[in-house]
């Protein structure tokens, strides 16, 4: 059975791995690897495709959102150009401002269902020792 905890995590814009860290790096991008638990966010080639997914998932709603309540508010005198430059208006803005949110969404939702392996267990495990000997010698 899939845990949720990820999903949850990444809905929150932190480390679905561990929900240690803020990994947003900007609207549009997200940290390489998380910096608590160092578990790299890029799984194999084409991995951000379903971050896409995501992503034109919440301008979809959105969309929605817009010309739902648009048309409620205004029927039976609908003014269709308003209403479609606002739905228009609405994606773009989702579209530009969420595609980082959508990265930790789409992380989560992968380790929800596609918990971390041993290898990738390995390869953190190796990076945070590697970050604590550098974090060690930079005290020294």
């Not at 790096?25 to 080639?45: F, G, L, M, N, Q």
């Not at 929800?112 to 953190?124: G, L, Y």
């Amino acid at each position: 059975m899939a845990s949720l905890a990820p999903l949850k995590r990444g809905l929150t814009g932190r480390c679905p791995n561990c929900g240690d860290a803020r990994v947003i790096r900007t609207v549009w991008e997200i940290k390489d690897e998380c910096p608590a638990c160092h578990y790299s966010y890029v799984r194999e080639d084409g991995y951000w495709v379903g971050a896409m997914t995501v992503l034109m998932a919440l301008m979809l709603g959105g969309f929605a959102a817009v010309i739902i309540t648009g048309f409620v508010m205004t029927w039976p005198d609908t003014p269709v150009m308003p209403l479609t430059i606002a739905t228009f208006l609405s994606t773009l803005v989702i579209g530009s401002l969420a595609y980082g949110w959508a990265k930790t969404i789409w992380v989560g939702i992968d380790l929800s269902f596609n918990p971390a392996s041993d290898a990738e267990q390995a390869k953190m495990d190796a990076r945070r020792a590697a970050a604590g000997e550098a974090d060690g010698a930079a005290r020294d």
